[in-house]
């Protein structure tokens, strides 16, 4: 590592960690990992997280001026993100919790729709099964059992598919997330816990979480664990993806701990200034995911200056298509709440849509 | 027509369900070798294999949780809950996401999965074994809640809750699993969600469910050696209930005692009462009442019956709305 100040008691530099792109955007080597992609899958990736950091920008400007009733920002992820969601086939289905839009945007599914939650139209926002991207889960875990509960089902298919669940280190003390971990290693169940420790679970720092590195839980439980530079997202990338092989393979799940930073706040919400100093955020600034994957290009590939300024630009003409987007969106009928609140005709359903009409709530023709 | 006791039926309902549709997988602590501890599953993984009857870590929420991504996948998961008192590790699970993942998913996911749930007293066991908290997923939307109290009921709403699309919550009397009954192996008696007229009657009506059934017949037969004719309903679905029935009822006979262990306070009996004094104001001759549980933890098991609804707070009851003036 590059870097090896302390950290909240723990030696970065003591920590094995895979890296292939260091802080300064120099390709290094590991022993065990490596990779294949090229200038133009780089620069696709740079791309990638290049538009998520601006939509995500744009997400927290709007929920400012009062279109969103609350954000959670990804800054500092977008390389831990970015890296497993290119790294995932199209017929793996991945499990996020509420911070994933780099999952989401990788999935393919329209950044309006993310922000249907946070504006307060919906309480998901797309269609799981289209996008092989399940809905948002807000109950910190409660994704991690339902993630493996789908690769039991993937495996008694026998179908050559992976499960990913998306969780950060705050969860990792969650009932659902440790029984989850003995479920995938008792079935072998063919699932990737991909978790991002971004140091911080609102206000508590994950060594309040956990007394050793997340990523040796996995030990105990009786499947592999590995920790990644979360920033690089090369080594996200390679990684994953030879976890997720792992998995559609039949060897069972593993535990990914990308080691990174949340650079915002929690939430819209929080305040992070109340419980973190300055000097920890002005040292992760240097170790920002973007900016070391372009100062690479550069200086290996020879990228020219124009490139970048195109997907900037494109990054500005999507954030000001999201903001016509959410301010055109329109808020959901009244009778709507009763749509799928079963799957088949219940009787309170039924009276609760004739009080609605009758009480001039909502319009009736429904 | 066959004689089975309700474990037995409920063990050939799963059986047929699991013959009808390779997609039923059942899943709980100790279900496959030994057939869970009330022998319901008996014999089942043998004949369907460790994949589809899965014994299961000792984690409630691990199986509800692992059922939600089995329904994703397209299963139809059906979990054994040991114990009404072992359920509340699985309730995060089951408010969170079971009863509210159809909703969200804007009707993508079908949460067709069945939680089967041993509930209620009246079996002398130690604390954490006799609970009845089936009005904690009855004031859930999103989930049904049913109740059968005979074998052959078992045997059918045990099938039909595995077909429906909706998540159920499948509640089991303990103390009837062990009674014999004929059962129908062609026809189902009536739907889900129908409630069933199990006494006819001119004087009172007794709506109650589950565990408290028998007690309210052995009620109404000693009403009757007193010349009272109570009609009893057997309420058989919780979530949502058969009004209908009840109000046909209540209208003739213009008064009604609501029975149940659960204790009153905001329960499913507060509910039935609630509902049945709005909709049947002016047939009603006396205010409802309820028998039920004390607002207690369920007691030591030596002085359960001083606790459970008995024939004699029930014919206490029968006596009041009949001879309330007002």
Known sequence: MAIGFELKGESMSEIPLVQLLTPEGERVSHPDYDTSLGRDDIFAMWRDMTIIRRLCNEATSLQRQGQLALWAPLQGQEAAQIGAGRALAPNDFTFPSYREHGIAWCRGIPPENWLRMFRGVHHGGWDPQKYRHSVPTIVIGNQALNAVGYAMGVQRDGAEEATMVFFGDGATSEGDVNEAFVWAGSFDAPVVFFVQNNQWAISEPTIRQTKIPLYRRAEGFGFPGIRVDGNDVLAVYEVTRRALAHAREGGGPTLIEAFTYRMGAHTTSDDPTRYRIDAEVEAWKHRDPVERVKAYLVRQHQVPAASFDDVTEEANTLAAKLRDDVLSMPNPEPLSIFEHAYADVHPLIEEGKRDMVELGIAGGGH | ?326
Request: hydrophobic share 40%; aromatic share 8%.
């Open chain 2, 1 to 326: 027509m066959a004689q089975m006791t309700m474990a037995k039926a409920l063990n050939e309902g799963l059986r047929r369900a699991m013959e009808n549709n390779p997609k039923v997988l059942l899943m709980g602590e100790d279900i496959g070798k030994l057939g869970g501890v009330f022998r319901v599953t008996d014999g089942l993984q043998k004949d369907f294999g460790e994949d589809r009857v899965i014994d299961s870590p000792l984690a409630e929420s691990g199986i509800v949780g692992t059922a939600v991504g089995m329904a994703i996948r397209g299963y139809r998961p059906v979990c054994e809950i040991q114990f009404d008192g072992f359920v509340y590790p699985a309730f995060d699970q089951i408010v969170s996401q079971v009863a509210k993942l159809h909703s969200r998913s804007d009707g993508v996911y079908t949460m067709g999965l069945v939680i089967r749930l041993p509930y209620g007293g009246q079996i002398g066991a130690i604390e954490h074994h006799s609970e009845s908290p089936e009005g904690y997923f009855a004031h859930t939307a999103g989930l049904r809640v049913v109740s059968p109290t005979t074998p052959n009921d078992a045997y059918w709403m045990i099938q039909q809750a595995i077909s429906h699309d909706d998540p159920i919550i499948f509640c089991e009397p303990k103390c009837r699993y062990w009674e014999k009954g004929d059962v129908d192996l062609d026809h189902p008696p009536r739907g889900l969600f129908e409630a069933n007229v199990a006494r006819e009657g001119r004087d009172v009506t007794v709506v109650t469910y589950g565990p408290s059934v028998r007690t309210a017949l052995r009620a109404a037969d000693a009403a009757a050696a007193e010349g009272r004719s109570v009609e009893v309903i057997d309420a058989r679905s919780i979530a949502p209930l058969d009004f209908g029935v009840m109000v046909t009822s209540v209208q003739k006979t213009g008064r009604l005692v609501v029975v149940a262990e659960a204790p009153a306070n905001a329960s499913v009996s507060a509910e039935i009462a609630a509902r049945l004094a709005e909709d049947c104001f002016y047939s009603l001759s006396a205010p409802p009442l309820r028998v039920t549980g004390y607002h207690t933890p369920y007691p030591p098991s030596r002085i359960e019956e001083e606790y459970l609804p008995s024939v004699d707070r029930i014919l206490d009851a029968i006596d009041r709305v009949i001879g309330f003036e007002s």
